[in-house]
């Protein structure tokens, strides 16, 4: 557990506290951590491979679904993460 926090801390420390949302929404006034939730079904292919995927990065499933979010947020912004 010690080796993937120290993983997980070395990837995601040089990203920046804030991530400006996109210019077609603008950011509250004021922060209110509030939040929301959006359902969504798998098909059971797609959640095999995504099982397979996790069990082979010994992961979790939420850490995979994760990176796959951060991905697509990251994807096009310009920023090289692997610049380091």
Do not use: C
Request: charged share 25%; proline share 4%.
């Amino acid at each position: 557990m010690k080796r993937r926090s120290e993983y997980w801390r070395r990837a995601l420390g040089a990203l920046p506290a804030v991530l400006e949302p996109p210019a077609d929404r603008s950011r509250a006034a004021q922060q209110d951590f509030s939040g929301g939730y959006t359902e969504f079904a798998l098909n059971e292919v797609l959640a095999a491979q995504l099982s397979a995927l996790t069990w082979r990065r010994e992961t979790t499933l939420f850490m995979t679904l994760e990176a796959g979010t951060g991905a697509v947020v990251w994807s096009g912004r310009g920023i090289d993460r692997d610049a380091e």
